[in-house]
């Protein structure tokens, strides 16, 4: 054991044990059985990942932990033991004392667990006072010491700081300080990273292990990835719909899944290294049945082999890589003589016209200070980017959050108005367009929004979300034409016509996705802006939503523009890459030669920060674990 697990208050037993957890929801339409007979405990100084899809019952069982269930719900059987105290109808006054005392919790989304008019500072204190005898003073002082510990730069200054004014990954850094106030004996992190940069995500990782090993905490480090489980887990529990179909070591999950659902997890998610033209799903290891019993309906897992046959298909399946002309090639620094290229990769012919060239594109938004809010400076968010993309291309612009890849975007569709600069697209110059030419070529450029939520009216229902561009572009001979269209479209999406009459609400984050996808393409455009597009998706539905991208750009011969801070999955769905920092492309070329051969440092640490679930690595985490607690 490390001398700073020593150090930390020596728990007798485990931290936590939960054993044969049932929590279910009493709904109109039945019981909801969330999580259904889950057992596990974590030990002083270790980490349990919990993974699973959106549903799986992951955050209910950490809900059920911390008490903080729905008034639908209810613990029906089981015991949650919390430092040898059974937490299971604890009266609500107890239950306040433990929380954030002996356990705490980080929730996914910092903006949202931020109260916006207060300071993150007044935030953290308010958890010091509310658990510890002490003045506003010293409260103040362990906020800025904690706001040090978690690296939240200049702390003194940060911690009379608002919401607003922080990063993501600084508002992060605020929840986990929340969480830590109190040196509690559990850490309940809930997707904690999901939002967040690679290289963000990196350092909070990195940061929770350290906290761990210094503090003595136990983890339950709840995610759908599980690329990140094999970063900071020690223990794996696999969930589905509600039940645990696998635990143990994070090295034998990784290196020998039992459970066809891990299996899927395992394979779906891209790498940077991956050899498939299109991704694995979990379907391809299991089917599931639902099973009518005494008890009612059961779900019955189906398992099924990845055969060699599927294996090539996923490899030989779909498009090859499609580069820009040679002598383009060699003028950037890749001569196409001098790379290795992947087999399927060819080069687009000399004398082809892209399909969109920009050049020198600035955009920079105004800073007004004072009473007659003069400009006093610019953010320089798009500052002097060229490109071209050719047709049937798709061209990854990846970098961090405030890079400048999604303003580069808009600016292209004119969704915000370019500073300087030139757009060319299909020949026509696009800043040059008035209103109504403006509208007529957005029937050829479209765009995927992030978040598959905030994208569809929730009053529309799928046929009119669907519908409603084709009535602003003409496009049908009347509503029924464009009802029997949007049928279509939903069909081709992998998506029921029968959905046509139902409402956003009543689908999951990937099937939004996939109307999103569908309404993009109802004007038959030739051009399509992926803006983040998977990001806020399962890795299990990711997988689904990118080889559908990729069937959709075959099929009806699309060009993208696909927009992620994720390398891995740019680099699996880019033919050429651009990595933006700070408004400007720092390095541009073939997205196989810029992984294999990265020439900007910036570059290289996008690579090395993404989660790495190579079976070396983790036995050498493994090993440095071990060492530490025995060293």
Known sequence: ????????????????????????????????????????????GHTLGIVGESGSGKSVTSLSIMQLLASSAKIETGTISLL?????????????????????????????????????????????????????????????????EVGIPEPEQRVDSYPHQMSGGQKQRVMIA?????????LIADEPTTALDVTIQKQILDMLRKLRDERGMAILFITHDLGVIAEIADEVLVMFRGEMVEQGPVLDIFENPKHPYTKGLLACRPRLDTPYRLLPTV????????????????????????????????????????????????????????????????????????????????????????????????????????????PGQTLGLVGESGCGKTTCGRAILRLVEPTSGKVTFDGKDVRALGRTDLREIRSQMQIIFQDPYGSLNPRMTIESAITEPMVIQGIGSGKKDRRDRAAALLEEVDLSSAFLRRYPHEFSGGQRQRICIA??????????????????????????????????????????????????????????????????????????AIY????????????????????????????????????
């Not at 599927?310 to 003028?331: C, D, M, V």
């Not at 020198?360 to 993309?389: C, I, T, Y």
Request: proline content about 5%; aromatic content about 4%; charged content about 25%.
């Open 283 to 390: 379907s391809d290891f299991m089917d599931i049945k639902v099973v009518e019993s005494p008890q009612g309906q059961r779900i019955e897992v189906i398992e099924k082999e990845l055969d060699a046959a599927r294996l090539n298909q996923l490899k030989t399946q779909g498009r090859g890589r499609l580069l820009h002309p040679k002598s383009q090639l060699a003028e950037i620094g890749h001569p196409w003589e001098e790379a290795n290229h992947l087999p399927d990769a060819t080069a687009v012919e000399e004398g082809t016209k892209p399909l969109l060239s920009v050049r020198d594109l600035k955009v920079h938004f105004p800073v007004r200070r004072g009473l007659l809010a003069r400009v006093v400076d610019h953010v320089k968010a798009v500052d002097g980017v060229s490109f071209d993309v050719y």
């Open 596 to 631: 294999e051969h990265p020439r900007e440092d910036y570059t290289r640490r996008l690579i090395s920060a993404t989660p790495n679930d190579d079976l070396e690595h983790i036995r050498k985490l493994v090993a440095q674990r071990k060492q530490l607690r025995t060293g």
């Open 84 to 148: 040898g105290k059974d937490l299971v109808g604890l009266p609500e006054p107890q239950m306040r004392g433990i929380r954030g005392k002996d356990v705490s919790m980080i929730f996914q989304e910092p903006m949202t667990s931020l109260n916006p008019v207060f300071t993150v500072g007044a935030q953290v204190m308010e958890a010091i006072i509310l658990h510890q005898e002490v003045s506003k003073a010293e409260a103040r002082e362990r906020t800025i010491a904690l706001f040090k």
């Open 1 to 44: 054991m490390s001398q700073a697990v020593k150090d930390a208050a020596v728990v007798d037993g485990p931290v936590v044990d939960v054993a044969n957890l049932h929590t279910h929801f009493h709904t109109d339409e039945g019981v909801v059985k969330a999580v259904d007979g889950v057992s596990f405990r974590i030990e002083q």
């Open 178 to 186: 929340m969480a830590l106030s109190c040196n509690p004996k559990l």
């Open 519 to 592: 309404r993009s393409i109802a004007v038959e455009p030739e051009f399509i802006i992926c803006d983040e597009s998977v990001s806020a998706l399962d890795v299990s539905v990711q997988a689904q939503v990118l080889n559908l991208l990729k069937r959709l750009q075959e099929q009806r011969g699309l060009t993208y523009i696909f927009i992620s801070h994720d390398l891995s999955v740019v680099k699996f769905m880019a033919d050429m890459m651009a990595v933006m920092n700070q408004g400007k492309i720092v390095e541009f070329g073939p997205s196989e």
